[in-house]
């Protein structure tokens, strides 16, 4: 009954912390190559909708992980999802930081993004740990591809994000490798296209709300 409960309570504290709790990063917030610029009032808030977006990005990576390690029957790939997404909450802490600095907010969305990526999670444990891997490296690649984009976009007086965008892609990368490392299965075509969609979705409504 207890290994039964377990799952269960680390699923919802890590629900709860990601969404109403202040996120503590274990390593210092990435330092830009360069002294940020001026930016104007427009570029501040592209700026702020941006890591919005990427917020709500690491709010989904929490979700998913957490969801991936409840259903997995393997203790060893379960340690390896919870791992992954402390590590993330790195990430949730400097999205976070780099939103109260530019003075935006994060999605009020976010109950919302969390409960579709937790659910997404469960199903692709739930089709065995070579898809499930096979789910979260090519969620990783997709992201990695996101974060390049934002690198293009930041304003470029924004080094602070940049620094921080530029970690969280290297992670990303690394994540990827490690899932397949373990034994990720590639995800069939649809599955791909599917999920580029959902993603689109995401971002586009993360952008403004």
């Known amino acids: 009954m207890t290994l039964m409960i377990d799952p269960v309570l680390t699923a919802a504290d890590a629900a709860l912390r990601t969404l109403f709790a202040r996120p503590h990063a274990t390593r210092a917030t990435p330092v830009p190559s360069q002294a940020p610029g001026e930016m104007s009032e427009a570029e501040r808030r592209e700026a702020g909708a941006l890591m919005r977006v990427n917020h709500v990005g690491e709010v989904c990576a929490q979700a998913l992980y957490t969801a991936q390690a409840a259903v997995t029957r393997d203790p060893a790939l379960r340690a390896h999802f919870l791992e992954a997404a402390h590590e993330e909450t790195d990430h949730l802490a400097w999205t976070r930081q780099r939103l109260d600095e530019l003075g935006a907010?994060?999605?009020?969305?976010?109950?919302?993004?969390?409960?579709?990526?937790?659910?997404?999670?469960?199903?692709?444990?739930?089709?065995?740990?070579?898809?499930?891997?096979?789910?979260?490296?090519?969620?990783?690649?997709?992201?990695?591809?996101?974060?390049?984009?934002?690198?293009?976009?930041?304003?470029s007086g924004d080094s602070a994000s940049k620094a921080v965008v530029e970690q969280m892609k290297l992670d990303e990368a690394r994540h990827a490798s490690q899932a397949v490392d373990a034994g990720a299965a590639e995800l069939p075509a649809p599955a791909k296209a599917l999920m580029r969609v959902a993603s689109r979705v995401m971002t586009t409504l993360a952008h403004r709300i």
């Open 105 to 155: 907010r994060p999605s009020i969305l976010n109950p919302l993004w969390y409960a579709g990526a937790f659910s997404l999670g469960l199903v692709a444990g739930r089709l065995g740990d070579p898809l499930s891997l096979g789910f979260v490296a090519e969620t990783e690649r997709q992201v990695e591809a996101h974060l390049d984009s934002h690198l293009d976009r930041l304003p």
